[in-house]
């Protein structure tokens, strides 16, 4: 994992030693040796991930990584402040000032590392999501512009494994400073069993438990599908730093280490959780944007952009199963009438209904599109003409037997459609060759008088598929 990283002091000798550790793990290093010039390169390199000296003369560290935060360039780029004070209350006020992480002076190798490793899994992650959601805003779709900072902290659900009874309760107690909903367990097991049953937004998990390896249940989390995007926060002793490392290579996204520092806790608590809750938020935009751009929103239905993409990879699957691909595409009769006489809503409440009922009668894997105003299309992947033939019947009988529903004064308001059928063998046809063929049969059928179906190659529907359609 390669990653650029820009290395920020003012001392020439600190920039060199990190800048050399850095590349010795086969990091791309960029140096600054001032808040003004840090700024400047951050901006115009985009670097993955920024190291920042706090004490600077001028602008100091908790300056640059405000005006960092405060600009959408560089807004995305995780900041770990580096700190020779031991004071507590400075690391906190760095993590509340935008930074991601910290890390104190002389600088640990492995903490280093594992720091900056989880950070560069974070910044790709993060970067993807934020390309998806640029396509989804290109799609037209709503886009929001917020950040992980917008995300409340509060009302988490935390789940907390550790068996030293004080360490758990200090650990609770300081959670239920942002009023979380604290579930706390002593073993391995019990925690897989909870997180595996209940939606977690944290998990905190000791390295320290008295009979067990804390490092399993990170492996387990991570293999769970429920589990495998909930952030885990490790909570270690100085001397495991080599096992704290290993937990974050394989999936931990932070550590603490004990005595654990209330105030740090929180900070790092509370970062995790924004985190969680923004890119939780990006995926459900994403999905929503996706199923916006594929669906038709009236009735649900897939559009014609999806059933373009869809008809030809079950039109190049025939090529394996040499089974006929099947197109049936549908139309509603004297649809304009409808309007005209009950007004554009009922309309409305008849597609959406026509929509239904064709949905519930076809199987599982065939596929049914808007395909325009009041024409859709059905595809059948593994079927025969003669099969398509009787579902079209058998659709035709579902939408003309039962009155339709609307919220006009009518009583019964009868409705039909008309229905052309093709079928092909051949990988090689293209999806507008089959969609046209279907649509020619939809054409014969209207001029045989409509509410009937017309399938190509078939002079006309045999007597025994039209009984066989109403008899089920
Ligand atoms: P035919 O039997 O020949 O198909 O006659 P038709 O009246 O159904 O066909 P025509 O193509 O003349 O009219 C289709 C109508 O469908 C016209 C249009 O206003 C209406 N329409 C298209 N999309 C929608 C929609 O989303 N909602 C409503 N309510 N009407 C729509
Ligand atoms: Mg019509
Ligand atoms: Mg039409």
Redesign the pocket.
Known sequence: MSARILVVDDVPANVKLLAAKLSREYFDVLTADSGPGALEIAQREAPDIVLLDVMMPGMDGFEVCRRLKADTRTLHIPVVMVTALSDGSDRVAGLEAGADDFLTKPVNDIALFSRVRSLVRLKQMMDEWRIRERTSDELGVVRSEDTEFDESAENADILVVEDSELQRTKVTQTLEIDRARVTSTLTIDDAEGLANAQDFELIIASLTLRNEDGLRLVSRLRCLDRTRQVPILLLAQEEEMQRVAKGMEIGANDYIVKPIDRNELKARVRTQIRRKRYQDRLRTNYQRSLSMALTDS?TGLFNRHYLGAHLARMIGRIAETHKPVVAIML???????V?DTYG?AA??QV?KEVAERVSRNLRNFDMVARFG??EFIIVMPDSTLEGAALVAERLRLRIAEEPFHVDAPVDELRITI?LGVAATDDAATTPTVLINEADQALYAA?RKG?NCVVATGMEDIPPEILAAAASN
């Not at 139309?331 to 009438?337: E, T």
């Open positions: 009236l139309d509603i009769d004297h649809f304009k009438d309007n554009h309309g409305d597609l105003g009041e008309s209207k409509r």
